[in-house]
């Protein structure tokens, strides 16, 4: 069963940045995509960031410019580098792989924006 494991979590103010990490159990190298979800007050869980097998990375439109997703395979672990934050992205992130052995989510995070 592979495990991700969120950290990186926080409480900031508006336009403040913060980083996200999510490590895995297996090599990364071998899901078909890594992505953030997130689900916010009222609102269905949504993916934000998706980066592929082959290194192809898209954004919602509600936070492309402001997040950045990247992989590091040598050490299992998808980031999501959140800047200039706004109340709306307050919500409950989460880590989320697609592989060959199945679709793993992990834990979800808490990031709270302040105005």
């Known amino acids: 069963q592979v495990q991700l494991v969120e950290s990186g979590g926080d409480s900031v103010q508006a336009g403040g940045s913060l980083r996200l990490s999510c490590i895995a159990s297996?090599?990364?190298?071998?899901?078909?995509?890594m992505s953030w979800f997130r689900q916010t007050s009222g609102k269905e869980r949504e993916a934000i960031a998706v980066?592929?097998?082959?290194?192809?990375?898209t954004y919602a439109h509600s936070v492309k410019g402001r997040f950045t997703i990247y992989k590091n395979n040598t050490e299992n672990k998808v980031v999501l580098e959140m800047k200039a934050l706004k109340p709306e992205d307050t919500g409950v992130y989460y880590c989320?792989?697609?592989?060959?052995?199945?679709?793993?989510w992990g834990q979800g995070i808490q990031v709270t924006v302040s105005p």
């Open positions: 989320n792989g697609a592989g060959p052995s199945g679709d793993f």
């Open positions: 297996e090599d990364t190298a071998l899901f078909y995509s």
């Open positions: 980066s592929t097998i082959r290194g192809h990375t």
